[in-house]
Structures are given as structure tokens and as C-alpha cells.
């Protein structure tokens, strides 16, 4: 069965500091990933998605990036957050007819 | 450029109402259209899907969906309500092909049904 797995569940990082999230799927092959952020009131904000290795598309500006080094693995970086990139993440994966979502990162920039 | 629209932002119910909450896209080619839910707690899952065929659809728990291409809305229904049903709903669209697999949300609709 498949099942992606994204680390860690929370984060608190000061002002200023690099971001990496991690997001690997397994049991699957060649999946679309999605990095998502959810916010109160403004549902589900599709910051990037990849249908293959080292293709990535960016949704919105901002001071985020996002990388799949390898087919299964999808990484949100930031290289100096802000206190505005508090908030949910989310990474999914999608093959066929149906998304799947990993635990989320709440992400606490102070 | 695909998008969702949901209207509803909250929605209160008491136990046993029927419900029916707006979902609007604004794609004009072929879509896939998606209703998730995600229960106080829990991961986002998934509730009904529509790709074609039918235009009504039918889910878990009693939940269904009709799928209006005239309208442009894809509107998600139950006719009573649980307690348990209380949630954030979320619609969703993906237009496949041409190497466009964007899978794009609405804001979503908080619903709480009242005991």
C-alpha cells in the first residue's frame, strides 16, 4: 500500500533561519507531489507542485522553494524564513483519481 | 487558470437538517472535480469524486454531489445531517492532461452541526 510519510510534525524557528521539510511517498512510482499551506479561513493554498524529478512548478511568490531530488521525495526550503511563512504544511501525492495527504508541519516562525 | 469558489464560510445546522454547500470552479475545459473533508484532528480524505459519466455522485457517509457543467458548480448535499458530520469541507479541481495536474482547492466551508 502507499503511504507518505512528512517530517517533522512541528517546527519553531526563529526569524531569519533556513527551512527544510521533508515529504517521501512510498509504493508508489512517478507520483504528482503537491506542497500545500492551510490557514484558517483561506483553505488550502497550493504553493508548488511536481509531476516528475527536477520539475517544479511554483504557484505563488514567495519566499519558499520547493525541490524533488528523487522520484518519491518532494523538499519545501526556505533559505531565510520570515514571520509570515508561520503556518500549516502540507504535502500530497497524487496518481490516478485520488490525492492523499501526509500528517502536516506546523510551522512557527518567532 | 483553474479556481474554486466556496461561498459558504460557516455553516451551523441542527441535527437532521439537509445540507447543500456551494462549490463553483471557474475551468472551462474538461475537470476533475473532488469533495474532501477533514474531521477536527484528522488528515484531509476523501469524500466523493466525480471524472465522468453520471453527473450525480455519490460518496461516503451519505454525502452526494451533482456535477452541473452549465453552472459550473459541482454543489455537495446530505439530506440529514449528523452530529459526527461536523467538519471542514473542501472542494476541489484538477484538469488532467497536457501535463496540467494542478489540484486546486477552495477556502473550504466549516461546518458544525448542532446537537
Known amino acids: 500500500s502507499q503511504t507518505i510519510h512528512q517530517w517533522p510534525a512541528t517546527l519553531v524557528q526563529p526569524v531569519g533561519s533556513p527551512l527544510s521539510l521533508e515529504c517521501t511517498v512510498e509504493?508508489?512510482?512517478?507520483?504528482?507531489l503537491y506542497w500545500y499551506r492551510q490557514a484558517a479561513g483561506r483553505g488550502l493554498q497550493l504553493l508548488f507542485y511536481?509531476?516528475?524529478?527536477?520539475?517544479i512548478s511554483s504557484e505563488v511568490p514567495q519566499n519558499l522553494s520547493a525541490s524533488r531530488p528523487q522520484d518519491r521525495q518532494f523538499i519545501l526550503s526556505s533559505k531565510k524564513l520570515l514571520l509570515s511563512d508561520s503556518g500549516f504544511y502540507l504535502c500530497?501525492?497524487?496518481?490516478?483519481?485520488?490525492?492523499?495527504f501526509g500528517q502536516g508541519t506546523r510551522l512557527t516562525v518567532v | 487558470a483553474q479556481s474554486v469558489s466556496q461561498h459558504n464560510h460557516h455553516v451551523i445546522l441542527s441535527e437532521a437538517a439537509s445540507l447543500e454547500l456551494g462549490c463553483n470552479y471557474s475551468?472551462?475545459?474538461?475537470?476533475?472535480l473532488f469533495w474532501y473533508v477533514q474531521y477536527p484532528g484528522q488528515h484531509l480524505q476523501l469524500l466523493l469524486k466525480y471524472f465522468s459519466g453520471d453527473p450525480l455522485v455519490k460518496g461516503i457517509k451519505g454525502f452526494e454531489a451533482e456535477f452541473i457543467k452549465s453552472k459550473f458548480s459541482f454543489n455537495l448535499r446530505k439530506p440529514s445531517v449528523q452530529w459526527s458530520d461536523t467538519a471542514e469541507y473542501f472542494c476541489a479541481v484538477r484538469s488532467p492532461g497536457f501535463g496540467n495536474e494542478k489540484l486546486t482547492f477552495g477556502t473550504g466551508t466549516r461546518l458544525t452541526i448542532i446537537p
Open positions: 509504493g508508489t512510482s512517478n507520483p504528482n
Open positions: 500530497a501525492w497524487c496518481r490516478g483519481s485520488e490525492a492523499f
Open positions: 511536481s509531476v516528475g524529478i527536477g520539475q
Open positions: 475551468y472551462g475545459g474538461t475537470v476533475n
